[in-house]
């Protein structure tokens, strides 16, 4: 068997942190590599080599034994490299067909000739066995037929190496099961692909050889014969931990703070129940698609749950956001800088958003800015916001970390009970990391209650007294300190065994 | 902060570039604008010029304020002329005191509500306090319908507002049937053209002074104006209000998971910039001494939003400040002025005014784009 692509100490470093280092490994033509690994691993910054989207900082890559630079995607696609992500890159107002050609229609006195491309996706669709008309809208079919729509797309732009990332979060089991065959005939006509997932069973199903990437290297790689489930697992985490999380220095109470009881809402969670503690940590884990950020917008009356009941200090919680916040909670999103910050705003101005109310003096509520100056300057002091001038830089000119700061700081001006925590060390370095989690800590060692949710379950297994564990909307186990098992808790994730 | 702050001596780029992001750039451009242009166009210092200039000023700096408030949440107001023309109306016709016999005839309005001796409030105590207070109520209705549909339905400000525009200028046309309501009471024509303090400047021992020759320094539509900016630039820039405006405007999920009212709040503004126009309607209708169903017709709406944007406010929300639409409405002011003293037309007019909103538009990206620079 040749190689089709082959990486030679291939590197990529973000402001000198590395993302993928010397990474050195062959793709063997007409089979299929399972590429697994954490969040953060490299992963994407691979593919994104691979796709052209990012060039490598040292390094090369070699497409069937000759140097490979693609310097866009256009240059991958005339390759042969195709790729099926996870969130899909289709037109939803247009019709397969079109879908297909989008990147050359052929012409006829100018026009588009449809007959064309009709007839030509027509033959595609019936190489898939896909059974909808290329004149279809693909806003119309299900999240099944547009993977494999996508599919249709890398034939028909005839790809030899065909990438799928995480094609299957979205799916339902048949259309998963569907996929699955269209990848074996692929794979029969010879294709190359690289399967990317967190669903290790699939991958061990599905791939011949495995790659385990881990903080940017390749640690583990060999055929599927020799890598079973747990040595897949082992290989992904697999590090000393110490030192990177500060010890805690409270202990969380047995008194119930967030009391969270059989929320189903239809699609989104099944019979969530679970209860936050004061003083305590409650680490929230799951895979993408777990339901973990759709609790945590419930949670804060942002979105609907269609039953169940939420109780904060045993008051029931209703309303919408403003009603939650005067409850006594806070929420640190996921997306900082859609939901978290207003990034061309000043850093007071952020901080003192959430608790600009009580800054008002007199019937108009004029601001009180000399008070408001203060204490926001205490605010950066606290939370150790690296920045030169408070009152006049904007926070987008601030560091991932620092803006995490500010996000926790505007909400400590009102000083909740109840924090949630989404993701909060997304996109920050490892010191500004070990920063925030020491702000989560003081938190908790005030006596209040953290939901702090991550798909990083090392620092869950770092910071948190107790670890539930999500999976498709349900829960799927609630394990103690004491027991944390990272090869238990991913299973659970993976729904490998049951709770 | 920046390495320029912190040097002593600083170049002439740098200055140049502070001048540019200063407040009152769009003043010093004013200003320059006049010394130029003044040589050679001797009529534009004459204090009867600098009295029409003013005049000119403080309606559209009413509106301007208003529409502020709506830029600053990343809105639009398009439906502020048609709001002029229904509250000139409405006033009118309840404090007329006569109406024109031809028009008796006409319905809907004319020889119902306005009779031979005039609107229900003619000769009434305190009838202009009362049909100002009814063009205010007016105001606020639509300013809440405006605000209800985009804040509740989150329906696009311009698509309501267009919607508002054309229904209310329709409903006033038909109501009126295009006809003025005029014969207004001396206390309410009073406000637009009154004067609290007049100047002469002739000889002191002239018998008879012509009224011509007699300057207003401080009139009624002034104070009004400049109390409502003053009004204006406290609640946007120093209440908790204000910040929830501009709060809005920078990214209307952050404020609404931080707890901001984010309905209440754009609601609150498309009031306040209806009323805004109400006032203004008060000083026209006043100025006019009639109550038009024609005002804020046509390129209006293009002299507020090309005053606000010229001054520096943002069409993307949260980036305004009331001094900068003061600014702007006077350079807008003195734009048309002059252009008219040099005796062109008003498509003319028009079009060198549509070319300058174009470099406004122009000059707005370019400093944000030195601001991204210096805070990097």
């Known amino acids: 068997m040749t190689d089709i692509l082959t990486f030679d100490a291939l590197s990529k470093s973000w402001f000198s942190v590395p993302a993928v280092e010397g990474l050195t490994l062959s793709v063997r033509e007409g089979s299929v590599l399972g590429l697994i690994g954490q969040n953060g691993a490299g992963k994407s910054t691979l593919m994104n080599m691979i796709g052209g989207v990012v060039a490598p900082t040292s390094g090369q890559m070699l497409w069937r034994g000759s140097p490979y630079a693609p310097r866009g995607a256009a240059d991958a696609t005339r390759a042969g490299v195709a790729f099926i992500h996870q969130e899909l890159n289709l037109f939803t107002n247009l019709t397969v067909a079109e879908n297909l050609y989008i990147d050359g229609f052929p012409r006829r006195f100018g026009l588009i000739d449809h007959k064309a491309i009709t007839a030509r996706a027509q033959g595609i669709l019936k190489r898939l066995d896909l059974d909808v008309s290329p004149g279809t809208i693909v806003g119309q079919l299900s999240p099944g037929e547009r993977q494999l729509v996508e599919v249709a797309k890398a034939l028909h732009n005839d790809a030899s190496l065909i990438i799928l990332d995480e094609p299957t979060t979205s799916l339902t089991p048949r259309e998963t099961a569907r996929l699955f065959e269209v990848m074996g005939k692929l794979r029969a006509e010879g294709r190359t692909l690289i399967y990317i997932s967190h669903i290790l069973g699939d991958v061990a199903r599905l791939c011949d050889y495995i790659a385990v990437l881990r903080d940017g290297r390749l640690v583990d790689t060999g055929p599927v014969a020799d890598f079973a489930v747990p040595r897949m697992i082992r290989s992904m985490i697999g590090r000393d931990l110490a030192g990177m999380y500060p010890p805690r220095s409270g202990k969380p109470s047995d008194a119930a703070l967030l009391q969270v009881s059989r929320v189903s809402q239809p699609g989104v969670l099944e019979d969530v129940s679970l209860t936050v503690n004061r003083g305590e940590i409650l680490g929230l884990f799951g895979l993408m698609g777990s339901g973990r950020s759709e609790l945590a917008r419930i949670l804060f009356g942002l979105d609907p749950c269609a039953s169940g009941s939420l109780q904060l200090d045993a008051a029931t919680l209703r309303g919408g956001p403003r009603d939650r916040i005067a409850a006594g909670m806070a929420f640190v999103t996921e997306n900082r800088r859609e939901e978290g910050l207003m990034m061309d705003a000043t850093i007071e101005a952020n901080l003192s958003l959430v608790g600009i109310r009580s800054f008002g003096r007199g019937p108009l509520a004029l601001v009180d800015s000399a008070s408001l100056a203060r204490r926001s300057e205490v605010s950066r002091h606290d939370l150790g916001i690296k920045a030169g001038n408070i009152a006049m830089q904007p926070v987008k000119a601030l560091s991932g970390g620092n803006q995490q700061k500010v996000v926790i700081g505007k909400w400590l001006l009102k000083d909740p009970k109840l924090f949630i925590l989404d993701e909060p060390t997304r996109g920050v370095d490892i010191g500004a990391k070990y920063e925030i989690y020491s702000l989560a800590d003081q938190i908790a060692a005030a006596g209040n209650g953290i939901l702090f949710i991550s798909s990083e379950l090392d620092e869950l297994m770092g910071m948190a007294d107790r670890i539930v564990v999500m999976s498709r909307g349900e829960v799927m186990g609630d394990i103690a300190r004491p027991d944390f098992d990272s090869e238990r808790i991913l299973r659970m994730a993976f729904r490998e065994v049951a709770a | ?376």
């Open chain 2, 1 to 376: 902060m920046t390495e320029t702050e912190t040097s002593p001596r600083r170049g002439l780029g740098a200055r140049a570039a502070d001048l540019f992001l200063s407040d009152y750039f769009v003043l010093y451009m004013s200003l320059a604008y006049v010394a130029v242009l003044a040589p050679f166009l001797p009529v534009l210092l004459t204090p009867g010029n600098v009295v029409n200039v003013m005049s000119n000023m403080w309606p559209l700096l009413i509106v301007a304020i208003g529409q502020t408030f709506v830029l600053a949440i990343g809105g639009i107001d398009l439906s502020q002329g048609s709001t002029i023309a229904l509250t000139s109306v409405v006033g009118a016709m309840l404090i007329a005191v006569s109406a024109n016999p031809a028009n008796l005839d006409l319905a809907p309005i004319w020889g119902t509500i306005l009779t031979e001796n005039g609107g229900p409030l003619a000769g009434v105590p305190g009838n202009v306090a009362m049909g100002i207070a009814a063009m205010l109520v007016v105001a606020v209705l639509v300013g809440l319908i405006n605000g209800a549909a985009i804040a509740i339905f989150q329906m696009p400000p311009f698509m309501v507002t267009l919607v508002t525009l054309i229904t209310i200028s329709a409903f006033t046309i038909w109501m009126t049937q295009s006809e003025n309501v005029a014969n207004l009471p001396e206390g309410f024509i009073a406000l637009g053209k009154g004067d609290i303090v007049s100047v002469y400047f002739g000889a002191k021992d002239e018998s008879k002074i012509a009224r011509k020759v007699i300057y207003s320094a401080i009139t009624y539509p002034m104070v009004i104006a400049v109390s409502v900016a003053i009004i204006a630039h406290v609640l946007l820039s120093r209440t908790v209000f204000g910040r929830y405006v501009m709060a809005i405007g920078i990214n209307r999920k952050a404020a609404e998971i931080s707890g901001v009212p984010v309905r209440r709040v754009i609601i609150l503004v498309f009031v306040i910039s209806a009323v805004c126009a109400a006032l203004a309607s008060i000083l026209y209708s006043a100025r006019l001494e009639a109550g038009r169903p024609s005002l804020g017709e046509g390129n209006f709406l293009l002299d507020v939003i090309g005053a606000a944007v010229i001054g520096g406010t943002s069409l993307f929300g949260g980036k305004a400040k009331i001094i900068w639409t003061f600014f702007g409405v006077l350079f807008f002011v003195l734009l048309s002025n002059t252009l008219n003293l040099m005796n062109l037309s008003s498509f003319q007019v028009d079009m060198v005014k549509g070319g300058v909103i174009l470099a406004a538009a122009l000059m707005d990206v370019l400093r944000t784009r030195l601001m991204r620079e210096r805070t990097r």
